[in-house]
């Protein structure tokens, strides 16, 4: 909901500020109030502005800016930036450490401009993929994921031994009531 303002905002100016907000900023016409949920107030943006905002987001990427670079890229994907905001988003989110939701934007750069964008989203799913291995997840990789496994087998092996244990104690009651062993 925080990040809702600050979108309106980025596209109120066409580019996001990397400075605090001042009582005036907030006080600007057509901008989104936290209860407010028309798509009316939002102004619309230019191509021309949203390949401003992706180079922006580029540029704040560059200094370590995360949080901004993503709210950039997200302004371009809403005004329609195509292949170039989609990976400037990814980027944004890879930076933030949220690669599976940057893979999905890459994916989308790629569908729509395979020539600049395939390669990068390939080489990023390899990433996430470890050793190449498709449908395995990269959880089972992890001491935790190794760990899980082993405690799984010990049930299981818990399980095949308390059966084996309930059956021993069943032929013992039965051939106590025969009275002989064979």
Do not use: W
Request: hydrophobic share 45%; with cysteine.
């Amino acid at each position: 909901m925080k990040l809702l303002p600050a979108l309106a905002f980025a596209c109120l100016l066409g580019r996001a500020s990397a400075q605090p907000l001042s009582p005036a900023d907030v006080a600007a016409p057509n901008m989104l109030s936290p209860g407010t949920t028309s798509a009316a107030a939002v102004p619309a943006v230019s191509t021309a502005d949203a390949a401003s905002l992706v180079q922006n987001s580029e540029t704040l990427l560059d200094q370590r800016d995360g949080q901004d670079a993503l709210a950039d890229a997200e302004a371009a994907v809403q005004a329609g930036g195509g292949a170039d905001a989609y990976a400037a988003r990814a980027e944004a989110r890879i930076a933030l450490n949220r690669a599976d939701e940057g893979l999905i934007d890459y994916a989308e750069a790629a569908r729509r401009d395979p020539g600049r964008y395939q390669k990068k989203y390939e080489a990023l799913k390899a990433r996430l993929e470890p050793n190449g291995e498709k449908g395995k997840s990269a959880k089972s990789h992890t001491p935790g994921g190794i760990a899980l496994i082993f405690v799984k087998l010990l049930a299981a092996a818990g399980v095949i031994l308390l059966i084996v244990g309930l059956r021993l104690l069943k032929r013992k009651q039965t051939v106590g009531k025969s009275g002989s062993e064979f």
